[in-house]
């Protein structure tokens, strides 16, 4: 796995997740402002494609499970953006669903190798 590869398919749930934000806060204004159009939304749509064309170059070096499997970090991410930048109400189960996510994660992308290791 060649670091730039890895940067991709690190950075695309982190742009995801940028979206997401942009998307939030920029509705959040349109609703104060009465402005349809915001700067936010615009920059929330722009990381979307982004992330979109980056995500081509990610299936082209990973395995879709683990490609997909990391990109599901993103709604561990915008839980923890959601409660910190907007003080949304973040509860057990959502926290314990955001560590099965993360594990989950985990055991697709190192599960193979460690069982190797250990020879299961």
Known sequence: MRAPSLLLLISSPLIRTAGQICAKAGALR???????????LAASYFLLLL????????????DLKLAYSVMALSYTAVLAAGYVLFGEAVGVLDVTGALLITAGVGCIGFG?????????
């Open 30 to 40: 349109a609703e104060t402002t009465g402005q349809p159009f915001q700067v936010l």
């Open 51 to 62: 992330r979109g064309v980056i995500w081509i170059f990610v299936l082209r070096a990973f």
């Open 112 to 120: 193979e190798s460690w069982l190797k290791e250990q020879r299961l």
